[in-house]
Structures are given as C-alpha cells and as structure tokens.
DNA sequence: CATGAATGAGGTTTCATTCAT
DNA sequence: TATGAATGAAACCTCATTCAT
C-alpha cells in the first residue's frame, strides 16, 4: 500500500553538486520557518522560495509541486525518528525487557520532542500529503527493528507477537501526538515520557504472558 | 484555554422554525456526503450547499464561515464519542476494574467504528479547524467520567493518578487514529480492539501499583 | 435635470398612520446609527432593519430599495441646511449687506455642525446616491432665499448677478465640506465660521461692484 | 495624520523590469476607462484586468486590494493638479497680489478642467479610499507654494495668516467640486474660472487687511 | 401586514504553476 | 540554469431582494 500511496512525492531530482545540495537544505528548512511562522495557510511556494533567497522557478527545479515539498519534510522528520528508535534497539540488545522497552520509549519521544515546534507543525499537513503512509512505513521500520530487538531479550521466553508491537508502536505514537496537540507543557512532556515507559512495558508483558 | 482556542467557530444562529432546522440538518449531511466522496481538497462551501439542496446564501446564513461548518461536524462526531465513553463509565460502575476496561475500550473503538469512513474522513481537516482543542476538551469529558468510574472498582485500593487517566485516554485515541488511518483492515480492527484492551487494562494496573 | 436624476428615489409610501410613521422615523435613525458605527461598507438593509428592531422586509415596505432609503435620509439632512439657511434669510431682510452674509453663513455653518458626524458619514454615499442632484437644488432652493433677502439690502445699489450668489454657495459649502473631511477640529470649526463670513462678504460686495 | 490615514494603500511593487512597467500603465489607464464607461458600481477588478489586457492575478501582483487601485489613480490625479498650482506659484513670483490670485485661481481650474470626466469620475469614489486624507495632503502641499508666492507679492504689507490660505484653497476645491459635481456646462465652467478669481482675490485682500 | 429564511449572481482575492527572458 | 511576471481557475463570502408563511 505504501508503494502506491507514495508515488508521485519523491523529489524530482537527487542534488549530486554541492550548489544544488545548499539549496534544497535552505528550502527544506525554509519550509519549517514558513510554516512555524505563518501557519499551514499560509505555507506558499512562492514565500518558501523567497524566505530560501532562491525564485520560486528555482523551487520548481527540485519539486515537481508543492506536495512533494511538504512530503520531503515530512519524510525528512520521520526518518529522523525512525533512526533513533533504531539505534535505541540496536544499543539494547541482550538486556532485560524492561531497559529495552525504557530505552527504545525515551529514544522516541527525545527524537519528537528535540524539535517540539517541528514535529507540531508538521501535524498540521501530514494528512494532505501521504504523512499516514509515511508514518505507516515508519510505524514498520521500527517494528523491524523492535522485533530484532526483543528476540534478544534475557528475561522473555518468547517474543510477542507481531501485532502487538505495532500496537505498542500505535499507541507511543498516538499518545505522543495526543499530548503534543494538546499543547504540551514541559511537566506534561516529562509525564508523558514516564508513564509512556510504564505504557509499554507493562503491555508488552501482558502481550508476552498471552503469547505463551 | 480550550475557550480562547476555540472562539470563532460557533454556528451563527440558532434554528427557531422548523423549516431552519431541516436546512441545517440536510447541510450537516451534505458535508460529510462530499467529504467522502470527494476528499477535504474538494470540500468547498458551494459544493456542500449544492449537495444540501441549498444556495450558498442559506448556508452562511447558519456558519459564519467554512471553518465553522467543518468544525460542528468535528465537533458533533467528537460529541457522540464522548457520550459513548460517558454511558459505557456510567453503566460499568461497581464492577471490577478489569471489566471496567474492558467495557470503556470497547465502547470508544466501537463509536469510533461506527462510521469508519466518517471518523478517517474527519481527521483529514481536524487539525485546521481547532481539532486538537476539541479532542482536549472530549479528553477531559472522558477522563472525568473515567475517574468517577474508578472509584467504585471493587478491586482496587486506590484509583490511579489523574494523569494516568489522561494518558490511557491518550493512548487509546492514538493508537485508534493510528489504525485507523493505516487502512485499517475489519481483522486490524478486530485485533486493535482486544489489544487496546490489554493495554490499558495492564497499564491502569500498573499506574494503581506504582500509586501505592 | 434634478427632475430626472432623482427620479426612483422618493420613498415607496407616505406614511399616514402613526405606527408607520414611527416605523419610518426608526429606520432613518437606524441607518444613520448603522452608518456612523459601521461605516458605508458595512451598511445594509439588513443591518439598517435589526438595528430599527423590524425585519427586512418590514423595510422594504417603505423604501423600494436600498438606494431609495439613503436618498431620503440625505434629502432629511439637506432639508434642515436648506430650511436653516431660508430661515435666516427671512430674519435678515432690509438689514445692511455685511449682517445678512454673516447671518446666512453662520447659519448654515452651525446647521452642518449640529451634527458634524452625521454631516461627514453622509458624505460618505451621496455621491452613489444622486447627491450631487440634491446638492444642487438645495443650491437653488439657497440662491432663491439668498436674492430674495439681497434685494432688500439696504446699503447696496444693486445686488449681484444669480451666478455669483450660486458660487457664494458653493463655496461655502464646498469649503465646509473639504474642512468637515479634513478632519474638523473644534478650533478650525470656529475658524471656518469666521473666515467664511468673510470671505463671502468680500466676494459679494466685489460682485456687486464688478455688477454696477 | 495623514501618515495612518493613507496607511495601506500603498501599491505592492515598483515595477522593475520594462514589462512591468508597462503592465502597472495598462492597469491605471484600463481603471480610468472602466470608471468613465461603468461607473464606480461596474468598477471590479475583473474588468479592470480585461480591458488592461492582463490577468486579474497581474493587477493584484500590483496593487494589493482594489482599494489600492483606486488609490493609486486618485493619488495620481491629485498629483497633477498639485504640480500645476505649485508650478503656477513658482512662475508669479514678485508679481502683485491680483495677478497671482489670477495665476494660481485659474492653474487650478484648468489643471481640473482637462480632463473634466475623470475629475467628475474621480469624486464618486474619493470618499472610499482615502480621498480626504489624500486632498488635505494636496491643500497643504498647495499651501505652502501659496505661502512662498504670497511673500514675495509686490504690493501687500504682510502676507495672510495661514489659516486664510488654507481656507481660500478650501474655497477654491470645494466650489470647484460643487460646480463640476452639478453637471458643469462649458458657460459654468467659464463663469466658474472667473468668479473664483474674484472671490479669491477680494478673500486674500480681506484677510491682509485684517491681518494689519 | 410583518417576518426572516432563502436566493444566487457576482465580487474580491489567492496561489500553484509555467515559460519567456 | 535561474528568474519572477504572468496566468486564471477557483475559492470564499456578501447582500439586495423576494415571497411563503
């Protein structure tokens, strides 16, 4: 599904000089200023490419359309979280269940909240422009990587199933979003980080202990 | 602060004749008719007026503007969710906190699944049009009557941590919308439905432990 | 020309039964209200009707049309002018030249300042409205009463040729107008009242001389 | 004042390259034409762009509301004039006060008279955008021409006060309105030119005397 | 007579996208 | 290759006016 979803967002053409490199950097994080500063409404090609210092032509030359613009940062972003759960599961290999569950949770929610203003934002068009495909694609990634992961555990038997950790995935992501459009409060943020730790763990031992 | 993140998108005037509320009634309607059938980007006033049976006129007669008339059908959703969950705390009272869980889980998902394509349809403008207040504001709703639900469980010592209440509520919404907008298959749903059971069910048993 | 250019103008029905004459005086008042409050832009028939406590339609028992509605309510206006400076006309007959100038202008500078916001919000439409048509017969109506009392002058030979006593009026009201939409204040209020005074009576007494 | 007054009227852009300045001329010209054919009610921008030949997405590059538009033709207009009377000023120096009444009186009126329609059409909507603001800023600009003429007169004592000057091109636009708005015949016109002269001088010579 | 819901043409304005320079 | 003027479809919204109740 992903595959179909997805076609037509992919930039259109991969910067291999240095010049072209810059200069879709600096529409990328144009982009995020444009629409930190003026909203979704407000997010056009045309003050994109005047707050990047480049004409709007020019734009055109590295997105096909403006969709494709608003994916790539998108894409961009939950890559960024992708990596990190990634790491995280890879760093907590052969530990107990516990550390692994607290160590891939704070890696998540440290990855959304580095650049709170960011990922809030981004909220804001993710559904116009494929962001549920894309955090599907991410949702399956870090399941991968989560699976890898949890088979080493030192205190399960057996891992669970696969669903289960997309639903564990589901509900860090869901809840973060929740409390993020919430307008989080720092104490929030820090609640939400414990208590998402709690979350998970005590589900994915419910879903371990039903598993057997 | 739900007040203020709210203003300016209550309806216009109130039917007084009858002939009022059948024409307010039949755009209701007509909104979420275009909505699926042709996607929020093709969501315009005249559409919706012309599918309502309706000039444009009439409907501004009754929403100041386009984001107030997404916004009632937002809003109105969200309210039948909310006395959903409401009904479902109210009857599971006295009963032990596992069945208590169970009946409030299962009542969301299912108001949720009700219309699925009218629940994914409507997170497509949620966010523009003060969503995130209004899924706040059935937040609180919920977590009231969840809390009221609480006290009475048979077997519990001590009901947990208003924040904890929060965050279920979080994770379950969350999770949901992550489902849902995934594709959600009836076997997807199914399983988000005895999970999501599971999990809050574990996590409410943690967070009354960890309260101790 | 006046005969033509205010033709569809005249209300739509005199008012003989009192309610309807209060109806009347209300809906005058209220567009004036509306006027002063609002500003053109933003005066409507509907609003005019709210703001009269009647609904529209009640409204459109009076006045054919909206044009018809700031017709009457600017002739009103002009009617008082026209009737105030008539007035000192008549009170200053067989008086020396110098008195009868400055009794005419006095009066019609305080007829336009008894009311200074209402004198400036109509500038505001009369020219949408056939205002420059009602201008100019108030400025026949003006010049007969002005010929009338200068030809009982009792300190000059023969009184001015009727162009010059129509420019008298146009300057004076030509002049009070540019002074009203500068932005009066009170203390070039009082100015304009005392140099117009003289400078009519120069003007008139060089046309009497150049009429010799 | 006239600072915040005129506050957002200003045009969008300066044309830089060739093409665009061609454009913003068509736009101007096509917005007299419209004016002078529809009248200010069928005056839409739609119709403007059309006859300009441009798209209505060119003119709002231009101009950004249709306020603006009218503004800029108005301001231009003013402009005009305001040259004239200064240029005027400057030829009359150190010539005697009668002769430079004549000069500026009839600079005045000729610069007003040339195009007599758009000086007509011009007034329909000056009220709307402006206009005030825009005419004080002329009556001052006319001012101190009048005030640096008016010290070099050959053959008065002291110059007026600057109220008197003020109130003479008071006098002066708003007679001049008054007979323009009342459907000037060529005869009128003339007379017009004359009486003003006449009126202005004896006003002038008025207010010196009593300056003494 | 009064009411006020309904009408719908038409106005203003935006903005993704193109293409001549 | 970069530029930015031009495009024009299409969106939102208003408001004078009518007419069934």
Do not use: W
């Not at 096909?64 to 960024?80: G, W, Y």
Request: aromatic share 6%; proline share 4%; glycine share 6%.
């Amino acid at each position: 599904m992903p595959v179909t979803a997805l076609r037509g967002f992919e930039p259109r053409k991969t910067p291999v000089q240095t010049r072209a490199a810059v200069t879709v950097g600096a529409i990328s994080e144009a982009t995020i200023q444009v629409l930190l500063k003026q909203g979704v409404n407000r997010l056009t090609t045309t003050r994109v490419a005047e707050r990047a210092g480049v004409s709007v032509g020019t734009l055109y030359q590295y997105y096909p359309n403006k969709q494709s613009l608003l994916f790539a940062v998108l894409a961009d972003h939950l890559d960024q979280v992708a990596s990190s759960v990634e790491a995280a599961c890879g760093q907590a290999r052969h530990r107990p269940l516990a550390d692994m569950i607290k160590a891939v949770v704070e890696a998540f929610v440290d990855a959304k909240m580095e650049r709170i203003d960011v990922s809030v934002a981004l909220y804001q068009f993710a559904a116009d422009v494929g962001g549920p495909a894309l955090v599907k694609r991410l949702g399956q990634r870090s399941r991968k990587a989560l699976e890898a992961m949890l088979e080493t555990a030192s205190d399960i038997a057996s891992p669970p199933e696969r669903f289960a950790v997309e639903m564990m995935f589901a509900a860090m992501a869901g809840a973060t979003r929740y409390v993020l459009e919430a307008g989080a409060s720092p104490a929030m943020i820090r609640g939400l980080r414990q208590h998402l730790v709690v979350l998970c763990q005590s589900y994915i031992r419910a879903a371990c202990h039903g598993a057997r």
